[in-house]
C-alpha cells in the first residue's frame, strides 16, 4: 500500500537522521572517525529516502486516492496534472513533505563537497543538518500525517487514522475538495518552492557557524566556506518575496503588491538579517570586525526560518490571529527557543575568542557606514516582529486584544527604508578606515550635484513632499552606483587599454561580489520607483455604468462594451466583460476583467484586466453585473503609475544576485587562495 | 551591539563616538515603533466586549469579528453600499478551541438567536468570500446610530479547505 510506504520511509528516515546527529556527535567528541563517516552516509541517504516518500505522496494525488485525506483536501478529478502534482505544497502537511525534501536535498549536497581541509566542521554541520531534519521529520510523523486515510468503523462511524483500525473498511470519495482557486496561479505554484528553498538554504551558513563556535576555529573559513549558499538562500528568498508580491498584485483583486500581512512578514523577516549578514560578513572579511555580530544574525536569520516556515503554514490565506489554532505551534516554539538558547550559549561560550582584529576609527569609513546599515536593517526587524508579537504582548499585559495595521508597518519603517538607500548611495563611496567628511566629500559631490539637478528639474515639473525625496534618493543611489562602474571600467579603460565594453565586462567578472552587488542596488532603486508611483500616486474610481457608458480616472476612460456568462469543462462558471480603455479620447485598448466562480469550493475569483506600461497599469476589476447584461455592471478602475518599474526592478535584483553568486571557474583554489593571508598562526 | 564591534584597545573618545551614533540611531527607531504603534493601534473586540463598553470607544478605530449572517446581505451594486450583520464569537482562541473549533463557534453563532447582533455598513467592492458563516473581521467603528462603519473587510472562511471528514462519501 502506498500510504503505509510513504510513511514507513518517513519513520526508517526519522530514525536514521536521529541516528546520524548522534553519531555524528559521538564520533566528533570521542575522536571516532568512523562514526563520522557512517553519519556522512547516513545524511546523504537521506534525500533518496525523502525522495521515496514525497514521490508516493505525488503518485497519490496524480491518481487521485481520495481514501487519503490530504489528497481529498488539496485535489479534485477536475484539476489538471501539473496542478496535482504542485498540490503537494497546497496543505500544511505536504508542504512540510517538502520542506524536508529540499532540506535533505541541501543536507545531501553538503557531505559530497571535498571536506579535506574542513574535516573539523564536519560532523557539527552533520548534527545540526540532521537535527533540523527530524524536527521536521517528528511533525510529519507525528502531528501533520499527509498518509492519513478515511476509514469507516464496523458502527458505521467515519475517522480518520493511518492504519486500519479493526474491522474497519476504507472509504474513497468519489471526488476531492479541489485546491484553493487562489492558488491556482503560476506565481503560487513557484512562489512556495522558491521560498522554502531560501528558507532551507540557509540552514546551512547557521550549521557551519555553529560547527566553527563548537570546534573553536572561529575565524572567517565558515563566512568564507558559506558564502555561496548564503547568496543563493538569499536569492531564491528574494525571488519567493517577488513572486509572492506579483501573485498578490494579479490574484487578490485589490490593485496592491504588499499588504504587511503576519505571513508576509514572517517570510520577510529571515531576508532582513540575511540581508544584514551578507552586508556585516564583508567587514568581517575584510578588517576582521563585527565576528560576534555576524554569528548572532546568523543564529537569528536559522530561527526566523523556523519560525517563518510555521506562520506560512499555519493558516493559507487569512493569517489574522491563525497564530494559536494549528496543533504544531506549541513544538515550534519549543524547538525555536532551543536551538536559539544552545546557539546563544555557545556564542557566550566563545565570546573570548571572537574578538575583533581591529577597531573602527571613522564614523563615515566605510565599515561604520555598513554597521548603521545592519542597524537600519535590525530597526526594521525590529518593527516587523513588533507589529506581529504585539496582539500577543498586550493581551498579556492589559486583557486587550490590540492590533496594528498596515499604518503602522509603513509608518514605522518607510524612514528607514530611506536611511538605507541614503547609506546605499553614500557606502561605495566612503574609503575604508579612515574616512572623513572632507574626503568623503570629495569623492561624493559628483554624482550628489548631478541627483540634486533632477531634483531641481522635478520641482519645476510640480513632484512636492515624500515623492520628491524619494525621487531623489532614487536618483542619489543610481548616479553613485554608475559612477563607481565608470570610474572602474575607465581605470581599466587607461590602464590596460582595453575598449569600454570588455573593460565593463573584465571589471564586473573579477569582482562579482562587488559589482554584481552594485547591480542588486540599481534592482532596489527601480524597485522602489515602483513603490512611489502606487503608494503615493495611485488613484482609483469605481461606479455602475451600462453598456456604452464610460467612467474616467483622471486621462483614462474605461467603456464597457459587453459581458458574457458562461461554463467551461474545468468545472468553472466565468462572467467575462469586454471594456475600452482610451486615454485622451484615443482608443488604446481592450481589457477583459472577469469573475471565475468555482463550483466545487464555492469561492468567487475575481481576475483584473490590466493594460501594462513602463508608465503606469490601468487595472480594472469586475465587481458586479446583471443577470441581464444590458442592465449594467460595476467596474473598479485603479491607475497604478510606475508599478512596472517594482517588477522589471525585481528581474534586475535577480540578475544581480546571480552576477554574485555565479561560480568561479575553480572555487576551490579561489578560496585557497583568498583565505591563506587570512588563517594566520596565533590569530585564533 | 555596541559591544561587538568594541574592543579593549579602542581609546575611549573613539569609542563613545559609535556609541552615540548607535544610540541615536537605536532611539530614533524605538521612537518610530512607539509614536507609530500609539497612532495606529486598533481595539480587537468581541461585539458583547463593544456594547458593554460603546461610550468609552465612542470614535475610535476598533477591530471586531463575527460570524455573517447569509440573509443579511444586502449590497447596492450601484453605490457600492454594502450592509450585512453579524453575530457575537469569542475573541478568544482557547475559547474558540474549546467549543470545537472556529468553523463550529462559527455555526453556533449564527443559529443562536440569543446572541448579540451588529449591523455593519461598509462602501466598496463586495468581497468573494462574503458569505453565511463566514467570520468577518472589520476595522473601522461605532457610529451613533449603533451600526458599526467598516472601511476595512477581512474574511476567513475555516470550514472549506482542510476538513477531517467528507460530509458524504461514497463507497
Not at chain 1, 464496523?154 to 474491522?167: C, E, H, K
Not at chain 2, 468577518?136 to 474574511?155: K, V
Request: with cysteine; glycine share 8%; proline share 5%.
Amino acid at each position: 500500500m502506498i500510504p503505509t510506504f510513504g510513511y514507513s520511509v518517513l519513520v526508517i528516515t526519522f530514525v536514521l537522521a536521529i541516528y546520524g546527529a548522534g553519531a555524528a556527535a559521538a564520533g566528533a567528541l570521542l575522536r571516532w572517525p568512523v562514526w563520522v563517516k557512517s553519519a556522512r552516509s547516513a545524511m546523504l541517504l537521506t534525500f533518496p529516502l525523502i525522495s521515496l516518500s514525497a514521490l508516493s505522496i505525488i503518485y497519490l494525488l496524480v491518481t487521485n486516492h481520495y481514501d487519503v485525506q490530504f489528497v481529498y483536501n488539496v485535489t479534485s478529478n477536475s484539476m489538471p496534472y501539473y496542478l496535482k502534482v504542485t498540490a503537494l505544497w497546497g496543505g500544511q502537511a505536504g508542504s512540510l513533505v517538502f520542506w524536508c525534501w529540499l532540506m535533505s536535498a541541501f543536507a545531501s549536497a553538503v557531505t559530497l563537497r571535498k571536506w579535506d581541509r574542513d574535516s573539523e566542521f564536519l560532523p557539527w554541520v552533520i548534527v545540526v543538518a540532521l537535527v533540523t531534519l527530524a524536527f521536521f521529520l517528528g511533525l510529519v510523523i507525528f502531528v501533520e500525517n499527509p498518509f492519513v486515510r478515511f476509514w469507516q468503523t464496523p458502527g458505521g462511524q467515519q475517522i480518520v487514522a493511518m492504519f486500519q483500525p479493526a474491522g474497519a473498511i476504507p472509504i474513497a470519495p468519489p471526488d476531492g475538495r479541489g485546491l484553493n482557486p487562489l492558488l491556482r496561479h503560476p506565481g503560487m505554484i513557484i512562489h512556495p518552492p522558491m521560498l522554502y528553498l531560501g528558507f532551507v538554504s540557509f540552514v546551512i551558513p547557521y550549521s557551519f557557524a555553529i560547527a566553527a563556535l563548537v570546534t573553536g576555529r572561529t575565524d572567517d573559513r565558515w563566512i568564507r566556506l558559506t558564502r555561496r549558499w548564503t547568496l543563493v538562500a538569499w536569492l531564491f528568498l528574494s525571488l519567493g518575496l517577488i513572486l509572492g508580491s506579483r501573485w498578490a498584485y494579479d490574484v487578490l483583486g485589490w490593485g496592491g503588491y504588499w499588504g504587511w500581512d503576519p505571513v508576509e512578514i514572517a517570510a520577510f523577516m529571515p531576508w532582513l538579517t540575511g540581508t544584514a549578514f551578507l552586508h556585516s560578513v564583508m567587514i568581517q572579511e575584510k578588517r576582521g570586525l563585527f565576528k560576534r555580530w555576524n554569528i548572532v544574525l546568523i543564529i537569528l536569520t536559522y530561527d526566523l526560518v523556523i519560525f517563518g516556515t510555521f506562520l506560512t503554514r499555519s493558516g493559507v490565506l487569512s493569517s489574522v490571529h491563525a497564530f494559536a489554532q494549528s496543533a504544531i505551534g506549541p513544538l515550534f516554539f519549543g524547538f525555536i527557543a532551543l536551538t536559539f538558547g544552545v546557539s546563544l550559549g555557545l556564542l557566550l561560550y566563545r565570546w573570548n575568542i571572537l574578538r575583533a582584529e581591529g577597531q573602527m576609527h571613522s564614523l563615515l569609513s566605510r565599515e561604520s557606514l555598513f554597521l548603521f546599515n545592519n542597524l537600519l536593517f535590525m530597526g526594521i526587524l525590529a518593527v516587523c516582529f513588533w507589529g506581529v508579537i504585539f496582539p500577543l504582548v498586550s493581551e498579556l499585559f492589559s486583557g486587550q486584544k490590540v492590533t496594528v495595521g498596515p499604518p503602522f508597518y509603513e509608518r514605522s519603517t518607510g524612514p528607514l527604508f530611506a536611511g538605507l538607500l541614503f547609506l546605499m548611495g553614500v557606502a561605495p563611496l566612503a574609503a575604508w578606515r579612515h574616512s572623513t567628511a572632507k574626503t568623503l566629500g570629495k569623492a561624493i559631490w559628483k554624482p550628489f550635484s548631478a541627483s540634486l539637478l533632477l531634483v531641481v528639474a522635478l520641482f519645476i515639473l510640480g513632484i512636492r513632499g515624500v515623492a520628491l525625496l524619494g525621487f531623489w534618493l532614487a536618483a542619489w543611489v543610481t548616479f553613485v552606483t554608475l559612477y563607481e562602474y565608470g570610474r572602474g571600467v575607465m581605470a581599466r579603460h587607461r590602464r590596460s587599454g582595453e575598449s569600454l565594453p570588455v573593460a565593463l565586462w573584465n571589471l564586473a567578472a573579477r569582482n562579482r561580489r562587488r559589482y554584481g552587488g552594485y547591480i542588486i542596488h540599481l534592482g532596489i532603486v527601480l524597485m522602489a520607483l515602483g513603490v512611489i508611483g502606487i503608494e503615493i500616486f495611485q488613484t482609483e474610481t469605481q461606479g455602475t455604468i451600462r453598456q456604452g457608458q464610460s467612467l474616467t480616472l483622471g486621462k483614462y476612460a474605461v467603456t464597457y462594451k459587453s459581458l458574457a456568462e458562461f461554463d467551461t469543462p474545468d468545472g468553472r462558471n466565468v462572467a467575462r466583460a469586454v471594456v475600452d480603455v482610451s486615454r485622451d479620447g484615443r482608443y488604446l485598448g481592450e481589457l477583459h476583467p472577469r469573475r471565475d466562480y468555482y463550483y466545487e469550493s464555492q469561492q468567487p475569483m475575481t481576475i483584473p484586466g490590466v493594460r501594462s506600461t513602463m508608465e503606469e497599469d490601468i487595472y480594472v476589476l469586475l465587481v458586479d453585473w446583471q443577470p441581464i447584461s444590458s442592465q449594467g455592471a460595476t467596474f473598479k478602475v485603479y491607475h497604478n503609475p510606475l508599478i512596472n518599474w517594482l517588477w522589471l526592478g525585481g528581474f534586475v535584483f535577480i540578475l544581480g544576485t546571480l552576477v554574485a553568486a555565479w561560480p568561479d571557474k575553480d572555487p576551490e583554489e579561489e578560496k585557497m587562495r583568498v583565505s591563506q593571508p587570512v588563517v594566520v598562526p596565533g590569530r585564533v | 551591539m555596541e559591544q561587538s564591534i568594541s574592543t579593549p584597545q579602542i581609546k575611549p573618545a573613539n569609542r563613545l563616538k559609535f556609541i552615540i551614533g548607535g544610540l541615536m540611531i537605536i532611539a530614533a527607531i524605538a521612537y518610530l515603533i512607539i509614536s507609530s504603534t500609539q497612532a495606529n493601534a486598533q481595539y480587537f473586540l468581541t461585539i458583547d466586549e463593544l456594547n458593554s463598553r460603546a461610550a468609552s470607544i465612542a470614535g475610535r478605530e476598533i477591530r471586531v469579528s463575527g460570524a455573517v449572517l447569509g440573509d443579511s446581505i444586502q449590497y447596492d451594486s450601484q453605490n457600492l453600499v454594502l450592509k450585512f450583520r453579524v453575530a457575537h464569537v469569542p475573541g478568544d482562541n482557547k475559547d474558540i478551541e474549546a467549543q470545537g473549533g472556529l468553523a463550529a463557534v462559527l455555526h453556533a453563532a449564527v443559529t443562536d438567536t440569543n446572541r448579540s447582533h451588529m449591523d455593519v455598513v461598509y462602501t466598496g467592492v463586495k468581497p468573494d468570500l462574503l458569505r453565511h458563516e463566514a467570520q468577518a473581521i472589520m476595522t473601522g467603528h461605532m457610529g451613533e446610530d449603533g451600526i458599526f462603519y467598516a472601511n476595512e473587510l477581512l474574511l476567513k472562511c475555516p470550514t472549506k479547505y482542510e476538513e477531517s471528514v467528507p460530509q458524504q462519501s461514497g463507497n
